[in-house]
């Protein structure tokens, strides 16, 4: 086969999953692309049960996990061992795994990222993604609060099944925001970050839930940060989450 042009997502303005409109599939000279299905690398079946383990494939550089809480690849799932499980003996307590500080966003260019996954119950736990200035704790939720100096956070929190995000730059204490979509429990949804160079903008299921209504300082622009992706339990001890993917397309 041959292609002229880098491959892109055909324009679907006004449609499901309208962020990825005009956007690479593919590394390209105008787009850095990643896609993980947690697969192969992933296959070995031991539970990660500790802090930045040399187990943790490439790209992502650590994985950070309260005790009791381990993450694994889960073999029951639909299609085979392209998922990761999240699981913990205890309340209040989960897993985050993040990569390099490979991603700036810059003002007037393009980033989205996006996340499927399930929860089983979305009201009594927090699952949350984006990016992050931490790479090193002990707590997994330092990674999605304002402990982290620079980060873009969208997904569940404890205690409520409506969608938040929160945006925050050099510390400036940002409250997170709600959405306008509530998360089913032990469903599959997918999640969606979108910059676009402006404004900052969440998506449940392709559709938008959720705008940015901070100041455009809140976002954090010109810093270097990683991706992220974590669960933690709500006062359920036995609550388990599972994430199927993680994709993010930055415009070069």
């Known amino acids: 086969m041959g292609v002229k042009k880098s491959v892109y997502f055909a324009p679907d303005v006004g449609k499901d999953y309208e962020y990825r409109n005009d956007s690479s599939m593919i590394s390209s000279a105008e787009w850095l ?13 031991t539970a990660i049960t500790n802090g930045a383990v040399a187990n943790t494939p490439a790209p992502w550089q650590a994985a950070i996990i309260d ?16 998922v990761l499980i999240f699981d913990s003996d205890g309340a209040t307590e989960g897993v985050a795994v993040y990569g390099q500080k490979s991603i700036q966003l810059t003002a007037g260019k393009r980033f989205w990222m ?11 736990s927090d699952v949350q993604f984006g990016l992050t200035a931490v790479t090193a704790t002990t707590n997994p939720e330092d990674l999605w609060t304002t402990t982290a100096t620079d980060l873009i956070a969208f997904g569940v929190l404890d205690g409520d099944a409506t969608v938040t995000m929160l945006s925050d730059k050099s510390n400036s204490g940002t409250a997170a925001i709600l959405g306008d979509r509530d998360l089913v429990s032990a469903i ?18 392709g559709r938008l839930a959720l705008t940015w209504t901070g100041a455009a300082a809140t976002i954090p622009t010109g810093v270097a940060l990683a991706p992220f992706f974590g669960f933690r339990n709500g006062s359920a001890a036995t609550t388990e989450g599972h994430i199927d993917y993680i994709r993010w397309a930055l415009e070069r």
């Open 67 to 82: 005790t009791g809480a381990t993450l694994a690849v889960d073999t029951t799932a639909t299609h085979g061992t392209g």
């Open 114 to 124: 996006e996340m499927r996954f399930k929860t089983e119950v979305a009201d009594d």
């Open 33 to 45: 692309v990643s896609f993980d299905d947690f697969d192969k690398s992933w296959i070995p079946t």
């Open 188 to 205: 599959w949804h997918t999640l969606g970050i979108y910059y676009d160079g402006t404004k900052l903008f969440g998506y449940v299921d």
